[in-house]
């Protein structure tokens, strides 16, 4: 007798964002490792949006980012999906020497299926997603209808969050 076993993905919303380097070329690229990576599908991806750098205190002068949302289905826990996302930011010679620096790439796990946690290494959701142009309207763009746990409608925060995004125009 041959065993079935029922693997079951659970959605998870990813925001990936680069502003050094060529910015939609290393988002393209880490698509595609993304793409290859065990237990998760791309399920959609946004059109790149474009915003300008966020960091406190800041004058102005850091490189605006290029960012994308990818909606997955994986068979990943929360923490094992952090892993994948770590190793991808690593894969494109992402430093984490400055909190809000300039990035090469950064992956973010901005919802895991309505999974509300916080431990040592992955608050869930992201607990600035609900405040994040460059997140909301392009997740907006693929899921008008989404939620964020814990925050509501994710086309009624994107109507109030602050911040400028616009589409990328290479």
């Given amino acids: ?10 959605e998870a919303v990813l925001s990936f964002g680069a502003n050094l380097g060529d910015r939609a070329a290393t988002i393209e690229r880490a698509m595609l490792l993304l793409e290859r990576m065990d237990g998760i599908r791309v399920r959609a991806k946004s059109d790149l949006w474009e915003s300008p750098a966020w960091k406190p205190d800041s004058v102005g002068d850091a490189p605006d980012y290029v960012n994308t949302i990818v909606i997955i289905g994986t068979t990943l826990s929360p923490d094992e999906l952090l892993q994948a996302a770590n190793a991808l930011e690593d894969a494109f010679g992402r430093t984490r020497s400055e909190r809000y620096g300039d990035r090469t790439l950064d ?4 919802a895991f299926e309505g999974v509300q946690q916080t431990t040592e290494r992955l608050t869930l ?25 814990g925050h509501g409608s994710v086309a009624e925060l994107a109507d109030y969050a602050d911040g400028d995004v616009w589409r990328y125009r290479p």
């Fill in 1 to 10: 007798m041959t065993e079935f076993h029922l693997v079951v993905e659970r």
């Fill in 107 to 110: 992956v973010d796990i901005i």
């Fill in 125 to 149: 959701p992201h607990p600035l997603a609900h405040t994040r142009q460059f997140v909301l309207q392009p997740w907006v763009e693929l899921q008008p209808d989404a939620q964020l746990a």
